[in-house]
Protein backbone atom coordinates (compact mmCIF):
# COMPACT_ATOMS: atom_id res chain seq x y z
CA UNK A 1 0.00 0.00 0.00
CA UNK A 2 1.35 3.13 -1.12
CA UNK A 3 2.08 5.85 1.15
CA UNK A 4 -0.69 8.79 1.62
CA UNK A 5 0.78 12.12 0.68
CA UNK A 6 -0.26 15.48 0.70
CA UNK A 7 1.51 16.80 -2.62
CA UNK A 8 0.74 13.67 -4.29
CA UNK A 9 -2.96 14.03 -3.47
CA UNK A 10 -3.07 18.01 -4.45
CA UNK A 11 -1.12 16.96 -7.82
CA UNK A 12 -4.05 14.32 -8.52
CA UNK A 13 -6.28 17.26 -7.67
CA UNK A 14 -5.05 19.43 -10.23
CA UNK A 15 -5.16 16.64 -12.80
CA UNK A 16 -8.42 16.06 -12.33
CA UNK A 17 -9.45 19.46 -12.21
CA UNK A 18 -7.50 20.09 -15.85
CA UNK A 19 -9.23 16.76 -17.14
CA UNK A 20 -12.88 18.04 -16.14
CA UNK A 21 -11.81 21.77 -17.51
CA UNK A 22 -11.30 19.76 -20.75
CA UNK A 23 -14.62 17.87 -20.87
CA UNK A 24 -13.11 14.59 -19.65
CA UNK A 25 -15.90 11.52 -18.21
CA UNK A 26 -15.45 10.00 -15.10
CA UNK A 27 -14.56 6.90 -16.52
CA UNK A 28 -11.62 8.95 -17.51
CA UNK A 29 -11.09 10.47 -14.65
CA UNK A 30 -10.93 6.90 -12.85
CA UNK A 31 -8.36 5.76 -14.88
CA UNK A 32 -5.97 8.55 -14.87
CA UNK A 33 -6.60 9.65 -11.53
CA UNK A 34 -5.89 7.71 -7.49
CA UNK A 35 -8.72 9.91 -6.44
CA UNK A 36 -11.98 7.76 -5.30
CA UNK A 37 -15.15 8.00 -7.36
CA UNK A 38 -17.03 9.91 -4.46
CA UNK A 39 -14.32 12.57 -4.44
CA UNK A 40 -13.82 12.69 -8.58
CA UNK A 41 -17.88 13.14 -8.26
CA UNK A 42 -17.90 16.02 -5.77
CA UNK A 43 -14.88 17.56 -7.81
CA UNK A 44 -16.95 17.31 -11.05
CA UNK A 45 -20.42 19.06 -9.52
CA UNK A 46 -17.88 21.72 -7.88
CA UNK A 47 -16.44 22.49 -11.57
CA UNK A 48 -19.43 22.12 -13.47
CA UNK A 49 -22.54 22.65 -11.67
CA UNK A 50 -23.89 19.39 -12.66
CA UNK A 51 -23.58 15.77 -12.07
CA UNK A 52 -21.40 14.09 -14.15
CA UNK A 53 -23.42 12.02 -17.50
CA UNK A 54 -24.08 8.54 -16.47
CA UNK A 55 -24.13 5.50 -18.74
CA UNK A 56 -21.05 3.63 -20.94
CA UNK A 57 -18.46 5.37 -23.28
CA UNK A 58 -18.87 5.02 -26.52
CA UNK A 59 -17.17 1.96 -27.74
CA UNK A 60 -17.51 1.45 -31.01
CA UNK A 61 -14.54 1.99 -33.84
CA UNK A 62 -16.53 2.75 -36.60
CA UNK A 63 -17.25 6.49 -35.18
CA UNK A 64 -13.50 7.26 -35.91
CA UNK A 65 -13.77 5.67 -39.48
CA UNK A 66 -16.65 8.07 -40.80
CA UNK A 67 -15.64 11.43 -42.61
CA UNK A 68 -15.86 15.05 -40.28
CA UNK A 69 -14.48 12.30 -37.39
CA UNK A 70 -11.94 10.94 -39.38
CA UNK A 71 -10.30 13.63 -40.42
CA UNK A 72 -10.73 15.13 -36.84
CA UNK A 73 -9.26 11.86 -34.67
CA UNK A 74 -6.24 12.00 -37.71
CA UNK A 75 -5.16 15.30 -36.99
CA UNK A 76 -5.40 14.34 -33.33
CA UNK A 77 -3.62 11.26 -33.43
CA UNK A 78 -0.98 13.17 -35.42
CA UNK A 79 -0.11 15.26 -32.98
CA UNK A 80 -0.36 12.84 -29.90
CA UNK A 81 2.14 10.33 -32.59
CA UNK A 82 4.46 13.43 -32.87
CA UNK A 83 4.63 14.44 -28.82
CA UNK A 84 5.45 10.88 -27.72
CA UNK A 85 8.12 10.54 -30.81
CA UNK A 86 9.82 13.91 -30.24
CA UNK A 87 9.02 15.62 -26.95
CA UNK A 88 9.41 12.69 -24.63
CA UNK A 89 6.22 12.82 -23.00
CA UNK A 90 3.55 10.16 -22.61
CA UNK A 91 0.44 8.69 -20.76
CA UNK A 92 -2.54 10.75 -20.07
CA UNK A 93 0.19 14.70 -20.29
CA UNK A 94 1.03 13.77 -23.48
CA UNK A 95 -2.96 13.33 -24.60
CA UNK A 96 -4.17 16.21 -22.69
CA UNK A 97 -0.95 18.54 -24.67
CA UNK A 98 -2.18 16.51 -27.73
CA UNK A 99 -6.17 17.44 -27.19
CA UNK A 100 -5.24 21.31 -26.24
CA UNK A 101 -3.15 21.30 -29.98
CA UNK A 102 -5.80 19.69 -31.22
CA UNK A 103 -8.35 22.43 -30.01
CA UNK A 104 -6.24 25.47 -31.22
CA UNK A 105 -6.64 23.63 -34.60
CA UNK A 106 -10.49 22.87 -34.88
CA UNK A 107 -11.02 26.61 -33.84
CA UNK A 108 -9.34 28.20 -37.10
CA UNK A 109 -11.60 25.98 -38.62
CA UNK A 110 -15.14 27.01 -36.79
CA UNK A 111 -16.23 28.40 -33.90
CA UNK A 112 -18.59 25.55 -33.19
CA UNK A 113 -18.06 22.70 -30.57
CA UNK A 114 -15.07 20.54 -31.55
CA UNK A 115 -15.69 17.34 -33.20
CA UNK A 116 -13.75 15.13 -30.72
CA UNK A 117 -14.13 15.18 -27.40
CA UNK A 118 -11.52 14.86 -25.11
CA UNK A 119 -12.78 11.09 -23.64
CA UNK A 120 -13.08 10.41 -27.34
CA UNK A 121 -9.09 10.99 -28.08
CA UNK A 122 -8.72 9.36 -24.95
CA UNK A 123 -10.98 6.06 -26.41
CA UNK A 124 -9.23 7.14 -29.77
CA UNK A 125 -5.61 5.99 -28.15
CA UNK A 126 -6.89 3.02 -26.50
CA UNK A 127 -8.34 1.24 -29.76
CA UNK A 128 -4.68 2.42 -31.30
CA UNK A 129 -3.15 0.88 -28.38
CA UNK A 130 -4.95 -2.52 -28.33
CA UNK A 131 -4.53 -2.44 -32.51
CA UNK A 132 -7.88 -2.34 -33.11
CA UNK A 133 -7.27 1.38 -35.65
CA UNK A 134 -3.87 2.04 -36.20
CA UNK A 135 -2.30 4.90 -39.02
CA UNK A 136 -1.92 4.48 -42.71
CA UNK A 137 -0.10 6.46 -45.14
CA UNK A 138 -2.41 7.79 -47.73
CA UNK A 139 -1.21 7.05 -51.16
CA UNK A 140 -1.43 10.30 -52.42
CA UNK A 141 -0.49 12.48 -50.22
CA UNK A 142 1.75 10.08 -47.97
CA UNK A 143 -0.18 11.74 -44.60
CA UNK A 144 -1.24 8.85 -41.67
CA UNK A 145 -4.89 8.43 -41.68
CA UNK A 146 -6.68 6.45 -38.81
CA UNK A 147 -8.02 3.11 -40.12
CA UNK A 148 -9.61 -0.11 -38.94
CA UNK A 149 -6.42 -2.60 -38.36
CA UNK A 150 -8.37 -5.29 -39.93
CA UNK A 151 -10.12 -3.61 -43.09
CA UNK A 152 -8.11 -4.14 -46.12
CA UNK A 153 -5.87 -0.54 -46.67
CA UNK A 154 -3.32 -1.32 -49.28
CA UNK A 155 -4.60 1.07 -51.80
CA UNK A 156 -5.66 3.33 -49.07
CA UNK A 157 -6.27 6.69 -50.41
CA UNK A 158 -7.35 9.45 -47.40
CA UNK A 159 -10.83 11.18 -47.18
CA UNK A 160 -9.08 14.48 -48.13
CA UNK A 161 -7.65 13.24 -50.97
CA UNK A 162 -10.45 11.77 -52.08
CA UNK A 163 -13.76 13.25 -50.87
CA UNK A 164 -16.74 11.45 -50.77
CA UNK A 165 -19.25 12.73 -52.63
CA UNK A 166 -22.19 13.29 -49.96
CA UNK A 167 -19.43 14.63 -47.24
CA UNK A 168 -19.80 17.61 -44.78
CA UNK A 169 -23.22 18.53 -47.07
CA UNK A 170 -25.40 18.37 -43.61
CA UNK A 171 -28.40 20.11 -42.35
CA UNK A 172 -26.44 22.72 -40.24
CA UNK A 173 -24.23 23.63 -43.22
CA UNK A 174 -26.78 24.08 -45.77
CA UNK A 175 -28.83 26.46 -43.00
CA UNK A 176 -25.40 28.02 -42.12
CA UNK A 177 -25.19 29.09 -45.46
CA UNK A 178 -28.67 29.99 -46.37
CA UNK A 179 -28.09 32.39 -43.71
CA UNK A 180 -24.53 33.60 -44.66
CA UNK A 181 -26.28 33.80 -48.48
CA UNK A 182 -29.58 35.88 -46.54
CA UNK A 183 -26.87 38.13 -45.20
CA UNK A 184 -25.24 39.07 -47.83
CA UNK A 185 -28.09 39.93 -50.15
CA UNK B 1 14.84 47.99 -50.16
CA UNK B 2 19.19 48.46 -50.04
CA UNK B 3 21.89 45.77 -48.91
CA UNK B 4 22.32 47.14 -45.09
CA UNK B 5 18.33 47.44 -44.72
CA UNK B 6 17.83 44.17 -45.68
CA UNK B 7 20.92 43.01 -43.45
CA UNK B 8 18.72 44.90 -40.17
CA UNK B 9 15.31 43.42 -41.24
CA UNK B 10 17.07 39.65 -41.39
CA UNK B 11 18.75 40.75 -37.94
CA UNK B 12 15.26 41.67 -36.43
CA UNK B 13 13.65 38.82 -37.88
CA UNK B 14 15.96 36.40 -35.96
CA UNK B 15 16.06 38.06 -32.83
CA UNK B 16 12.33 37.90 -32.77
CA UNK B 17 12.03 34.21 -33.78
CA UNK B 18 14.62 33.32 -31.00
CA UNK B 19 13.23 35.64 -28.46
CA UNK B 20 9.51 34.11 -29.29
CA UNK B 21 10.59 30.33 -29.46
CA UNK B 22 12.60 30.82 -26.09
CA UNK B 23 9.30 31.96 -24.68
CA UNK B 24 7.40 29.28 -25.91
CA UNK B 25 9.86 26.93 -24.92
CA UNK B 26 9.95 27.75 -21.34
CA UNK B 27 6.20 28.58 -20.97
CA UNK B 28 5.53 24.45 -22.41
CA UNK B 29 8.47 22.51 -23.66
CA UNK B 30 6.38 19.49 -25.64
CA UNK B 31 3.62 22.30 -27.22
CA UNK B 32 6.43 24.25 -28.41
CA UNK B 33 8.77 21.50 -29.74
CA UNK B 34 5.52 20.14 -31.80
CA UNK B 35 4.85 24.25 -32.93
CA UNK B 36 8.15 24.89 -33.71
CA UNK B 37 9.35 21.68 -35.22
CA UNK B 38 12.56 21.08 -33.48
CA UNK B 39 13.88 18.13 -31.32
CA UNK B 40 13.94 18.56 -28.08
CA UNK B 41 17.88 18.38 -28.01
CA UNK B 42 17.54 21.98 -29.73
CA UNK B 43 14.34 23.07 -27.62
CA UNK B 44 16.90 22.80 -24.88
CA UNK B 45 19.51 24.40 -26.01
CA UNK B 46 17.31 27.16 -26.99
CA UNK B 47 15.74 27.33 -23.56
CA UNK B 48 19.18 28.01 -21.68
CA UNK B 49 20.55 30.92 -24.02
CA UNK B 50 21.15 33.89 -21.97
CA UNK B 51 20.29 37.38 -23.58
CA UNK B 52 23.63 38.60 -24.46
CA UNK B 53 24.37 34.66 -26.79
CA UNK B 54 20.71 35.87 -27.93
CA UNK B 55 21.78 38.87 -29.71
CA UNK B 56 24.81 37.42 -30.46
CA UNK B 57 22.83 34.18 -32.56
CA UNK B 58 20.88 36.81 -34.31
CA UNK B 59 23.76 39.07 -35.81
CA UNK B 60 24.14 37.13 -38.79
CA UNK B 61 23.33 38.00 -42.85
CA UNK B 62 21.27 34.95 -42.87
CA UNK B 63 18.25 33.69 -41.74
CA UNK B 64 18.20 31.38 -38.94
CA UNK B 65 14.60 30.28 -39.17
CA UNK B 66 14.32 27.84 -42.07
CA UNK B 67 11.28 27.07 -44.46
CA UNK B 68 9.10 24.10 -42.83
CA UNK B 69 7.67 22.78 -46.60
CA UNK B 70 10.04 20.77 -48.03
CA UNK B 71 7.39 18.43 -49.69
CA UNK B 72 5.61 20.85 -52.74
CA UNK B 73 2.23 18.74 -51.75
CA UNK B 74 2.20 20.34 -48.22
CA UNK B 75 2.81 23.66 -49.96
CA UNK B 76 0.76 23.75 -52.84
CA UNK B 77 -2.22 22.61 -50.51
CA UNK B 78 -1.87 25.59 -48.40
CA UNK B 79 -1.63 28.13 -51.30
CA UNK B 80 -3.49 26.56 -53.96
CA UNK B 81 -6.03 24.83 -53.42
CA UNK B 82 -8.95 26.86 -51.83
CA UNK B 83 -11.06 24.07 -49.67
CA UNK B 84 -12.04 24.24 -45.84
CA UNK B 85 -10.27 21.49 -45.18
CA UNK B 86 -6.87 22.53 -46.54
CA UNK B 87 -5.43 23.33 -43.05
CA UNK B 88 -6.97 19.98 -41.40
CA UNK B 89 -5.18 18.52 -44.04
CA UNK B 90 -1.75 20.39 -44.06
CA UNK B 91 -1.56 20.12 -40.20
CA UNK B 92 -1.85 15.94 -40.92
CA UNK B 93 1.01 16.33 -43.18
CA UNK B 94 3.70 18.89 -40.73
CA UNK B 95 2.52 16.85 -37.96
CA UNK B 96 3.99 13.33 -39.94
CA UNK B 97 7.44 15.36 -40.71
CA UNK B 98 10.53 14.73 -39.32
CA UNK B 99 11.56 17.79 -36.60
CA UNK B 100 14.87 19.83 -37.29
CA UNK B 101 17.81 18.04 -34.98
CA UNK B 102 21.40 17.61 -34.74
CA UNK B 103 22.91 15.18 -37.35
Excluded at chain 1, 118 to 128: G, I, K, N, S
Excluded at chain 2, 30 to 37: E, K, P, Q, S, V
Aim: some cysteine.
Amino acid sequence: MSQKSVVNESNQIQLAIELINLGARLQLLEAHTTLSRERLIKLYKELKGKSPPKGMLPFSTDWFLTWQPNIHASIFLNIYNFLLKNAGIEGIVAITKAYRLYLQQAEIESDEEPVLSLTRAWTLVRFVESNMLKTQSCKCCNGQFVVDAYDLNHDYVCNLCHVPSRAGKTKKAKEAAEKASALSA
Amino acid sequence: MTDSDMMMEIRDANLNYLMLAQQMIRADKATAIFRLGISKEIAELLEGLSNAQLIKLAVSNMMLARFRFEDSTILGMLTKYNKDKAISHATILMAGQPVEGFV
